[in-house]
């Protein structure tokens, strides 16, 4: 069975650094053509993408918070981690992370998502 | 960078009626890339469609998607109750990804 997880803080304070791992089983990435993505979705708001890396280390980012994302992967752990840093009250939502079956052209959609974890961002 | 506009923000119809709905993308995107996912609250989305009109395993056939260019239509031919939630459209061609700002399906 395939799922994932995310975890992490439930508060952090504005200009802290979020940190969130996505832990994930029935899959991996290590030789696989698959790729974990991360969204994000304020309260009562649309989806956000913020990035994505696949199983060849390969990543992108959301142009608008590139300069403040890190994306990596523990293949050992069957892990995902998602830096974010000099957090803001208006990072505050629900966090997900997603599983992508990768084609030919690395263009897929999420095809699995975690159950999300809910950060605010507050003092 | 590709922008999805999703209308009507909100829909209210009654169970066993057609719901259709809209996507309009800021510029013509391939087929190939645009799906649609199904958020019910507290829930995570799930995938309905892919590729504008192939749906994802174990979503039913009532659920279909179409279009081409800039506009694409999702349609749920006849609403069950478990239907009534927001639905959101996604570019994932070339990065950046994109989703719509969705549609909500209430009970009329």
């Known amino acids: 069975q395939v799922t994932l997880k995310e975890s992490g803080p439930t508060l952090v304070k504005p200009t802290q650094t979020l940190t969130l791992t996505c832990t994930f089983s029935?899959?991996?990435?290590?030789?696989?053509?698959?790729?974990v993505g991360w969204i994000r979705q304020p309260p009562g708001k649309a989806l956000e993408w913020l990035a994505l890396?696949?199983?060849?280390?390969?990543?992108r980012h959301s142009p608008s918070l590139e300069s403040r994302l890190t994306i990596t992967k523990d293949t050992s752990k069957n892990q995902v981690v998602l830096t974010m840093t000099n957090m803001d009250p208006v990072d505050t939502g629900t966090y997900y992370c997603a599983k992508v079956t990768v084609g030919a052209t690395k263009q897929d959609p999420f095809d699995l998502w975690g159950q999300g974890t809910v950060v605010t961002v507050s003092s | 960078e590709i922008v999805l506009t999703q209308s009507p923000g909100t829909l209210s119809l009654s169970p066993g009626e057609r719901a259709t709905l809209s996507c309009r993308a800021s510029q013509s995107v391939s087929s190939s890339y645009l799906g649609w996912y199904q958020q019910k609250p507290g829930q995570a989305p799930r995938l309905l469609i892919f590729?504008?009109?192939l749906r994802a395993t174990g979503i039913p056939d009532r659920f279909s998607g179409s279009g081409s260019g800039t506009d694409f239509t999702l349609t749920i031919s006849r609403l069950e109750p478990e239907d009534f939630a927001v639905y959101y459209c996604?570019?994932?061609?070339?990065?950046?990804?994109?989703f719509g700002g969705g549609t909500k399906v209430e009970i009329k």
């Open positions: 890396i696949y199983w060849d280390d390969d990543k």
């Open positions: 996604q570019h994932y061609g070339t990065s950046p990804l994109a």
């Open positions: 029935g899959f991996s990435l290590t030789s696989s053509r698959l790729a």
């Open positions: 590729a504008t009109f």
